[in-house]
């Protein structure tokens, strides 16, 4: 166990790429900021940190080593041994772990050892080594002006000191608000979301789901498998068009537009509610520059679009659709009424007697037949000329019942 333990031992199985951690404090905050830890389920988290926990509490302070069975550990988490040996993988991926020696159970130690029981692995608490920055000589010769004082580094933070009575008073500066910070440094989180998503829509080579369809599983089996893969696809579109999501997790962007897609939004409709309010008006700024807050700047302006009891607006492609159903509706509606109007004028001019085709034979061509305007269709001529027709054709008939009589 103290050769195991020993520096030199220690030092050989640290892999290159990697360091020997200086404290457990650095190695604890190193593992607890890995960026792939973001990108892990909430159990499996949960569950690497108490390893993590485990870690620093048992480890050798001296040797900067730890020692223990996978069966204890499991028994701590309340987890399976393959568990166990999953995380430690992952630890030994992300270059934190390196293995010193492996551990074997007392079934396979050897007779001529003497030892009846097994022996446990043993790690070293290691961190990512920082790059190695290139030496002055493998750069670009400096140019021949260059003197030697300014080739020297200079601290850019850090001014001459002024003479006395220069010194500015205290509240030269007050015209900068006391809001005024420094533009916030991106956390490891962010950046694991970020990678995750760039890394989903890397591999898009078409539109995971069309712009106008409802988010709604093609199978129609209603599985809660298919539609959480439905709405990671939606998601992931929406990321796609809108780089500002892109910022936050695909798993919040479901969460918020997921009340919407249940009451039949579109992807082209959220991304509308993006840049236009309501009543119908283009937001006076855009999406891409000012945001600190992605997932609350998505969660505002899909709320602009949702009712007092948080029901969701009738979205841009339901008001078209309703449109041109009530324009469609209005047309036949239309149609009939002038059907009727026609059968009724065709009924009262058959009643009043004006002329008919048996009339006009019988007349012999004694007068030219006007054609009444019932069996005209689509007379638009003046009223005045349709009364002159009509009473044309009722001389017609005249003359042609005489002439039968004589």
């Known amino acids: 166990m103290a050769y195991e333990r020993s520096k030199a031992v220690v030092l050989r199985a640290v892999p290159k790429g990697c360091k ?139 001014g001459p000191v002024p003479p006395k009575g220069a010194c500015p008073p205290p509240h030269a500066r007050e015209e900068l608000s006391p809001k005024d910070a420094a533009t916030p440094r991106l956390t490891a989180k962010a950046a694991a979301q970020r990678r995750e ?23 129609g089996r209603g599985r809660r498998s298919d539609w959480k893969h439905t709405y990671r696809c939606a998601g992931l579109e929406l990321q796609h068009h809108a780089l500002i999501l892109r910022r936050i997790t695909t798993a919040y962007v479901v969460s918020v537009a997921k009340p919407h897609f249940e009451a039949g939004w579109t992807i082209a409709d959220v991304l509308h509610a993006l840049d236009w309010t309501p009543n119908g008006q283009r937001y006076p700024h855009d999406a891409v520059h000012g945001i600190d807050n992605p997932g609350a700047w998505f969660a505002a302006r899909l709320r602009a679009w949702t009712h007092q009891d948080g029901t969701p607006h009738r979205s841009p492609d339901q008001r078209a659709a309703a449109e041109a159903e009530q324009r469609r509706a209005e047309a036949i509606a239309a149609t009939a009424r002038y059907a009727r109007r026609e059968a009724a004028r065709q009924v009262a001019t058959s009643a009043s007697g004006m002329e008919t085709p048996a009339d006009v034979q019988a007349a012999g061509g004694a007068c030219m037949a006007v054609r009444p305007e019932a069996q005209r269709p689509g007379d638009r001529r003046p009223f005045r000329e349709r009364w002159a027709a009509q009473i044309a054709a009722g001389r017609a008939a005249a003359v042609a019942e005489r002439g039968a009589d004589t």
């Not at 390893?51 to 020692?67: F, G, H, K, N």
């Not at 998503?197 to 199978?219: D, E, G, I, M, N």
């Open 20 to 158: 020997l951690a200086r404290h457990v404090v650095a190695w604890k905050r190193a593992a607890l900021e890995h960026p792939a830890l973001e990108l892990m389920r909430a159990d499996g988290r949960t569950n690497m940190r108490a390893l993590i926990e485990i870690i620093a509490v048992q480890q050798d302070p001296a040797s900067r080593t730890w020692r223990t069975t996978w069966a204890w550990v499991a028994q701590r988490l309340g987890v399976h041994e393959d568990s166990v040996g999953r995380m430690i993988r992952r630890l030994k991926d992300w270059g934190l772990l390196a293995v010193v020696a492996t551990g074997r159970s007392a079934a396979y130690t050897p007779r001529a050892t003497g030892k009846k029981q097994g022996e446990a692995p043993v790690y070293a608490l290691t961190t990512p080594a920082p790059p190695v920055p290139v030496a002055p000589s493998e750069t670009a010769p400096e140019a021949p002006h260059q003197t030697e004082e300014e080739s020297m580094p200079v601290e850019i933070n850090v």
């Open 197 to 219: 998503v760039q890394a989903a829509l890397s591999k898009r080579s078409a539109p995971l789901w069309p712009a106008h369809a409802t988010v709604r599983p093609v199978s």
